[in-house]
């Protein structure tokens, strides 16, 4: 038997493709990367309204970028669902995350 696809499941039922994806666009988390002009370091965050949340970060309202400014939006992936926001926020703080945002935005870091 075949696998159905997201959108052909019970909750989907009644919408049109255009309806869904709008549901979507508007209740996206995102996990964001900020590099930092003054020192070249990265910050990694996580939120429900990315543009909102950067702008917090340049206006100096978050403490842990705050001495950090000028900064730079250089990377965001957004989710469905927080918690995978989060996880993916975890996951670009380790080790392995950094060396993949690395890989990532080669071309940004090399110019």
Same mark, same amino acid.
């Given at each position: 038997?075949?696998?159905?696809h997201?959108?052909?499941e019970p909750?989907f039922?009644? $919408?049109?493709?255009?309806?869904?994806?709008? &549901?979507?666009? #508007?209740?996206?988390?995102?996990?964001?990367v /900020?590099r930092?002009?003054?020192?070249?370091?990265?910050y990694?965050?996580s939120?429900?309204?990315?543009?909102?949340? $950067?702008e917090?970060?340049?206006?100096?309202k &978050?403490?842990? #970028?705050?001495?950090?400014?000028p900064?730079? /939006?250089?990377?965001?992936?957004?989710?469905?669902k927080?918690?995978d926001?989060?996880r993916?926020?975890k996951?670009?703080?380790?080790f392995?995350?950094t060396?993949?945002?690395?890989?990532?935005?080669?071309?940004y870091?090399?110019?």
């Amino acid at each position: 038997m075949r696998k159905a696809h997201w959108w052909q499941e019970p909750q989907f039922t009644g $919408f049109t493709p255009r309806e869904i994806f709008q &549901v979507f666009m #508007t209740v996206m988390f995102y996990t964001y990367v /900020l590099r930092s002009k003054k020192d070249g370091k990265l910050y990694v965050g996580s939120t429900k309204n990315l543009k909102e949340r $950067f702008e917090q970060h340049c206006a100096g309202k &978050v403490i842990s #970028t705050s001495y950090r400014r000028p900064l730079a /939006l250089i990377y965001y992936e957004a989710c469905v669902k927080e918690e995978d926001a989060r996880r993916r926020e975890k996951t670009l703080k380790s080790f392995r995350g950094t060396m993949f945002l690395r890989r990532r935005l080669k071309s940004y870091f090399t110019g």
